[in-house]
């Protein structure tokens, strides 16, 4: 596993994080770290992953600063309406978006001004925990393409697994014991040239989500031994939320809509 010294400055809240956070990452799981030196050592770029778990964001963060770059996130509005927390992640440098809300747009500009500034920012394309029944990725929300678009960016994808089993979705206690290992593989940069050249337009971001979501598929199946869908599971044309614990649906609903749920 060859890991990248970090050369950015880390901030004092970068160093607070480190140096609580790493030392429990490494004692509570094993980490298999494949091709992390795609990740551009420098300069303003996109780390695109699929997403399992809720603890996701501390193990990709720990990937990317192994390989030497400081990690950026776009995080939930909500983490930042507490005043200490949000305090503590403005200082991180992370950014705050409102899901779903037109809000989002000044989340976007702040993405685009990150990545000019040379920052290193991971996307969950998805844009929350995959509802897919079997942990695959999803359909993508267009976000992390219309930045990429916009900027010029390379977006590098990565593929994860192994989070799940230490925390899985939505869920509360972590499962520790016996150690979990996990696995992260970067891929190279999604081709994305010919859609940076051509004028944006909704088909052009919507080719450039699928092709981002593609590499991600394409490195999660290499990680499980497995064949990916041909079909990426679309929660609006499942009717599933596309927010919160999709299970509360199924709770809340007749017993014989939750039967029918849980087959």
């Given at each position: 596993m060859r890991v990248r010294k970090l050369e950015q400055d880390r901030g004092w809240a970068m160093t607070v994080a480190a140096s609580i956070l790493k030392p429990t990452l490494l004692t509570a799981t094993s980490r298999t770290w494949i091709d992390g030196e795609k990740i551009p050592a420098t300069g303003g770029c996109i780390v695109a992953l699929n997403h399992i778990s809720h603890v996701d964001p501390l193990l990709s963060a720990h990937f990317v600063y192994d390989h030497g770059r400081l990690p950026r996130y776009l995080a939930k509005s909500g983490l930042f309406r507490n005043k200490h927390l949000g305090g503590f992640l403005t200082a991180l440098g992370q950014i705050p978006v409102e899901r779903l809300s037109r809000n989002a747009v000044g989340a976007?500009?702040?993405?685009?001004e990150a990545i000019g500034n040379g920052e290193c920012l991971i996307i969950y394309p998805e844009g929350t925990l995959t509802r897919?029944?079997?942990?695959?990725?999803?359909?993508?929300?267009?976000?992390?393409?219309?930045?990429?678009?916009?900027?010029?960016?390379?977006?590098?994808?990565?593929?994860?697994?192994?989070?799940?089993?230490?925390?899985?979705?939505?869920?509360?206690?972590?499962?520790?014991?016996?150690?979990?290992?996990?696995?992260m593989k970067a891929g190279d940069p999604v081709p994305l040239d010919d859609l940076v050249a051509a004028r944006t337009t909704p088909e052009t971001t919507a080719e450039a989500t699928d092709r981002i979501m593609s590499a991600i598929t394409g490195i999660v199946a290499d990680l499980r031994g497995e064949v990916a869908p041909s079909e990426r599971f679309d929660p609006r044309l499942s009717g599933v939320r596309e927010t919160g614990n999709p299970h509360d649906d199924a709770r809340r609903a007749s017993p014989r809509t939750r039967r029918k749920h849980s087959r």
């Open positions: 976007y500009d702040a993405a685009v897919d029944p079997d942990l695959w990725p999803m359909k993508g929300k267009t976000g992390a393409a219309r930045i990429a678009l916009a900027t010029g960016c390379p977006v590098i994808p990565v593929g994860q697994w192994g989070a799940q089993e230490v925390l899985p979705p939505y869920t509360k206690t972590p499962h520790l014991v016996p150690r979990k290992n996990i696995v």
